[in-house]
């Protein structure tokens, strides 16, 4: 049963410290998606690569958030430094897009990362 | 650009109550239309898809969507909720074959079913 794996669950940090969140696809997808999830702002779309080139993080603040693949079988979000503003769980998610054809681009979600940053 | 709307934030129902669920789309060209389902301390799950075909669309656990094209609505709907439906409910929609396949999700609606 593939399945999307996020690590780790749960971080508790303090206020200035570098956070590394990972995630491994599903093997064979080649679409990553990061997303933010809080009470307040609800689902937010953070970065997303395309076989492993980053296409969209405009909704990334960018002079602390930062995101890769250093390969196909592994994206990173990293948080440096971390603010307790940053308090969310973090989901990425894989799926497949084969561009120009109908169909497809489901993605599936990993278990997320609790991030609670003191 | 493409945007979602769901307009019910928070559904409160009793068990054996049918469920509709409100989602809007704005995109003048073909989409792909989905509702994804995030239980309590969970990631989110699909429940169903539409791609092409019949706009009745049946998917997990009972729930069915129907796309109506012309009025840009994707509502989701089961006939008799269970308490086990208790969950935050996610519409979504993309464009194929275009340059960007990220989903762009609605705001989500909370529903609480009470036994």
């Known amino acids: 049963d593939a399945r999307v794996t996020q690590t780790p669950r749960h971080k508790v940090t303090e206020m200035g410290q570098e956070v590394t969140m990972r995630c491994q696809p599903i093997?064979?997808?080649?679409?990553v998606f990061w997303y933010r999830q809080t009470m307040m702002q609800g689902l937010e779309l953070l970065a997303y690569f395309r076989n492993r080139a980053p296409l969209d993080d405009s909704g990334m603040p960018k002079d602390r958030f930062s995101a890769e693949m250093p390969d196909a079988t592994l994206a990173t979000l990293k948080i440096q430094p971390s603010e307790p503003r940053d308090s969310a769980v973090y989901f990425c998610?894989?799926?497949?897009?084969?561009?120009?054809?109908?169909?497809?681009?489901?993605?599936?979600f990993g278990p997320g990362t609790r991030l609670t940053v003191l | 650009a493409q945007s979602v709307s769901q307009h019910n934030h928070h559904v409160i129902l009793s068990e054996a109550a049918s469920l509709e669920l409100g989602c809007n789309y704005s995109?003048?060209?073909?989409?792909?239309l989905f509702w994804y389902v995030q239980y309590p301390g969970q990631h989110l799950q699909l429940l169903l898809k539409?791609?092409?075909?019949?706009?009745l669309v049946k998917g997990i656990k009972g729930f069915e969507a129907e796309f109506i094209k012309s009025k840009f609505s994707f509502n989701l709907r089961k006939p008799s909720v269970q308490w086990s439906d208790t969950a935050e409910y996610f519409c979504a929609v993309n464009a194929p074959g275009g340059a960007t396949n990220k989903l762009i999700f609605g705001t989500g609606t909370l529903l609480a079913v009470q036994p």
């Open positions: 998610a894989s799926g497949f897009s084969n561009r120009g054809l109908a169909g497809g681009d489901e993605q599936f």
């Open positions: 995109y003048g060209g073909t989409v792909n």
């Open positions: 539409y791609f092409s075909g019949d706009p």
């Open positions: 093997l064979g997808h080649n679409t």
